[in-house]
Nanobody
Framework: QVQLVESGGGLVQPGGSLRLSCAAS????????VGWYRQAPGKQRELVAD???????NYADSVKGRFTISRDNAKNTVYLQMNSLKSEDTARYYC?????WGQGTLVTVAS
């Protein structure tokens, strides 16, 4: 079974940056797409960004121009670089691959 582990979350001020990591237990990123999702309290989980096996990327309108998804095949890791963070970005962030979810990492954007 493949395991996904997120890291990099924490407390950051508005306008700041964070880099999230999603480490996989195997070489899975060439097999299928990997997505970053987030869920704020009282709200549904939503797709933030994804990267497909061909390298193409997609972003939610709310983060376009501020977030960047990337992949390091040698480390079996997908990253989410988050810049110009806003209070509205506060949520628990999860990575997903082919039916497997990580445990999530909490991002809090506050003054």
């Amino acid at each position: 079974q493949v395991q996904l582990v997120e890291s990099g979350g924490g407390l950051v001020q508005p306008g700041g940056s964070l880099r999230l990591s999603c480490a996989a237990s195997g070489s899975i990123f060439s097999i299928n797409a990997v997505g970053w999702y987030r869920q704020a309290p009282g709200k549904q989980r939503e797709l933030v960004a994804d990267i497909n096996r061909d390298g193409s990327k997609n972003y939610a309108d709310s983060v376009k121009g501020r977030f960047t998804i990337s992949r390091d095949n040698a480390k079996n890791t997908v990253y989410l670089q988050m810049n110009s963070l806003k209070s509205e970005d506060t949520a628990r962030y999860y990575c997903y691959h082919r039916g497997v979810w990580g445990q999530g990492t909490l991002v809090t954007v506050a003054s």
